[in-house]
């Protein structure tokens, strides 16, 4: 997250100190024998000593001890970079169950995180850059395929698909549909570059004679602490317990010890 100008991040970095700390607090409890954490982003990313500043560490030791829970116990926490203007319910992107406080949330009326770089995106594709995403996830077995359409088929009540069909033709003209769901659809498609999964599953998308393009809102998966908003609300003066609050509805906080 970052730090930005003097104190105005402060809440926001209070925030998120609160939430990495769940997360570690949660996973510790999981009693795996030989370590708890990874330090990329399999878990919490860390740079080390070198990557620490004096603010953030401000924001870490005056939420001391202090984690997020739901009714007495540490809760199930994700967040992410930018929502988008909603965030996302954890059923439809981690877990089976809904779980009442990992629901989706508007970001205020005009979105807290539209300061973010990535609110509203765009990524152009050629029809053969689609049929090499299929080839390189194994869904089509040779670069042979031509692209014939692809769609939109549902989303959830966020606005982020829920499922995008692709259909596609071989050498011998025979028509093949390919259904990609919720979060896979960012580790399939991609940017155009290749470099990066897709940002968001936010999007609309057009298709022409040469080219696919996806427009989009956010960067992440959506569900949780939308950074950008949090950061938006604390240079508007929330405290970090109120941004809590707002992207885990009916959580508190309190001491882990307790």
Known sequence: MPVGKNDENYEALKALAVCIRTYAIKKMQDGKIYFDLYNDTRDQVYGGVDGELPLSNKAVDETKNIILKFEGQPVLLYYHSTCGGFTESSQNVFTKDMVPYLISVEDGNEPYCKISPRFQWEEVYSRDDLINRLKSSSILDNLSYQLEDISIINKFESGRVSELEIKV????????????????????????????????????????????????????????????????????GWNYKNILEHYYPGTNTGNFDD
């Open 169 to 236: 033709v071989d050498e011998y003209g025979e028509e093949k549909s390919v259904l990609l769901k919720g979060n896979e659809i960012r580790s399939i498609i991609r940017t155009a570059d290749n470099k990066n999964i897709l940002w968001s599953t936010l999007f609309d998308l057009s298709i022409n004679s040469n080219s696919v393009v996806i427009k989009g809102k956010g960067f992440g998966h959506g569900v949780g602490l939308c950074q950008w908003g949090a950061i938006d609300l604390s240079r508007n």
